[in-house]
T-cell receptor, first 116, second 114 residues
Framework: NAGVTQTPKFRVLKTGQSMTLLCAQD?????MYWYRQDPGMGLRLIHY???????AKGEVPDGYNVSRLKKQNFLLGLESAAPSQTSVYFC???????????????FGEGSRLTVL | DAKTTQPPSMDCAEGRAANLPCNHS???????VYWYRQIHSQGPQYIIH???NNETNEMASLIITEDRKSSTLILPHATLRDTAVYYC???????????????FGAGTRLFVKA
């Protein structure tokens, strides 16, 4: 049971380049989230999904797009990377909280992105 | 989702109880209180959660006031390895569409000192 897996773990981009971060979970969770964390700060929600084929904006969605074509995967895309998007990106997933489960979020190990 | 307010940092002596407060005065009836911690730059780790009753598990205890406007996370015997950032969040677990945003604040940086 791998839990939540993020790829890649490290990436350096030039301004204007595009890339996609992949989050995969093997726990059959309905909900998935993408956060970013800048140095010394808390996590900020970028986008989230409450089910396959659905996505919604979080606190800081500008400059990012997401897709959830399969229940187990949640992709975060940067179409034209900017230095302000240099950050650590965390993916998380959870059950809905129904059926007595805790509804806790399970986090990946993070993806460090540097935009030059 | 309701917002939470936490002190930016706290110190605790090793072996003593660490009491981390959280204010969530605008919490609504279907929102749970969750606590997570983040050690170094790892992904946050779930600690405990509750709705209105006090909760205890192997890691910590959660005390929620009767009016649910604030809570306290208690680490009964803090160790050096408990040095981390602790996040208090409120979250709808079963709710309306759009209610599953899970917003983290800045958290409390706990320093456990020998």
């Amino acid at each position: 049971n791998a839990g939540v897996t993020q790829t890649p773990k490290f990436r350096v981009l030039k301004t204007g380049q595009s890339m996609t971060l992949l989050c995969a979970q093997d726990m059959n969770h309905e909900y998935m989230y993408w956060y970013r964390q800048d140095p010394g700060m808390g996590l900020r929600l970028i986008h989230y999904s409450v089910g396959e084929g659905t996505t919604a904006k979080g606190e800081v969605p500008d400059g990012y797009n997401v897709s959830r074509l399969k229940k187990q995967n949640f992709l975060l895309g940067l179409e034209s990377a900017a230095p302000s998007q240099t950050s650590v990106y965390f993916c998380a997933s959870s059950y809905s909280g129904l059926a007595g489960n805790t509804g806790e979020l399970f986090f990946g190990e993070g993806s460090r992105l540097t935009v030059l | 989702d309701a917002k939470t307010t936490q002190p930016p940092s706290m110190d605790c002596a090793e072996g003593r109880a660490a009491n981390l407060p959280c204010n969530h005065s605008t919490i609504s009836g279907n929102e749970y209180v969750y606590w997570y911690r983040q050690i170094h730059s790892q992904g946050p780790q779930y600690i405990i959660h509750g709705l209105k009753n006090n909760e205890t598990n192997e890691m910590a205890s959660l005390i929620i006031t009767e009016d649910r406007k604030s809570s306290t996370l208690i680490l009964p015997h803090a160790t050096l390895r408990d040095t981390a950032v602790y996040y208090c969040i409120v979250r709808v677990v079963v709710g309306l569409p759009g209610g599953f945003k899970t917003i983290f604040g800045a958290g409390t940086r706990l320093f456990v000192k020998a």
